[in-house]
T-cell receptor, first 108, second 113 residues
Framework: AQRVTQPEKLLSVFKGAPVELKCNYS??????LFWYVQYSRQRLQLLLR??SRESIKGFTADLNKGETSFHLKKPFAQEEDSAMYYC??????????FGKGTRLSVIA | NAGVTQTPKFQVLKTGQSMTLQCAQD?????MYWYRQDPGMGLRLIYY???????DKGEVPNGYNVSRLNKREFSLRLESAAPSQTSVYFC????????????FGQGTRLTVV
């Protein structure tokens, strides 16, 4: 069965420090990986997807099939990055499977 | 463009009461989903509908029923609410297939006392 693991429930970093939110997945096929973000009092929204290989709001994520990881990174954290981040996997057979989420807190 | 609209936003129920959460999308998406969000548990899929006329169980379907009324609407019903169903419920929709973005409603915060 597909599974997404986000090992950190809470990650606190200082403004300007690098950020890395970890995501590992379990799936035998070729997955599609996503990062969704939920800012305070806002609905969950797509941040980025691995297939696009894009940088959104300074965030990037690279799919590493060997390590089955899709870590989200940003070189310099901003206060407005504080939010709940969910890694999600699409396997083609079932709807999106989400990890348990990591709450990022950026300290001024 | 409203996107995904859920009603109500907040609800308090007594144990044993029933209620229906409504969800509608205006993006002509084939697929619709209901998730619940609990602290430390992330988002867990309750039910989904890959297309009009079909529904399937997700990870945590017990205690819930759904109806895909038409392509736009997908409702979630609690027949006899229990305190364990206290949660935030999210409806979402997407096109069917790979690399598709899921769009979420604003959530319904349900408390069962």
């Amino acid at each position: 069965a597909q599974r997404v693991t986000q090992p950190e429930k809470l990650l606190s970093v200082f403004k300007g420090a690098p950020v890395e939110l970890k995501c590992n997945y379990s799936y035998s096929g070729s997955p599609e990986l996503f990062w969704y973000v939920q800012y305070s009092r806002q609905r969950l929204q797509l941040l980025l997807r691995h297939i696009s290989r894009e940088s959104i709001k300074g965030f990037t994520a690279d799919l590493n099939k060997g390590e089955t990881s899709f870590h989200l990174k940003k070189p310099f954290a901003q206060e407005e990055d504080s939010a709940m981040y969910y890694c999600a996997l699409y396997s083609g057979n079932t709807p999106l499977v989400f990890g348990k989420g990591t709450r990022l807190s950026v300290i001024a | 463009n409203a996107g995904v609209t859920q009603t109500p936003k907040f609800q308090v129920l007594k144990t044993g009461q029933s209620m229906t959460l409504q969800c509608a999308q205006d993006m002509n998406h084939n697929s619709m989903y209901w998730y619940r969000q609990d602290p430390g548990m992330g988002l867990r899929l309750i039910y989904y509908s890959a297309s009009e006329g079909t529904t399937d169980k997700g990870e945590v379907p017990n205690g819930y029923n759904v109806s895909r009324l038409n392509k736009r609407e997908f409702s979630l019903r609690l027949e006899s609410a229990a305190p364990s169903q206290t949660s935030v419920y999210f409806c979402a929709s997407s096109y069917t297939g790979p690399n598709t973005e899921a769009f979420f409603g604003q959530g319904t915060r349900l408390t069962v006392v």
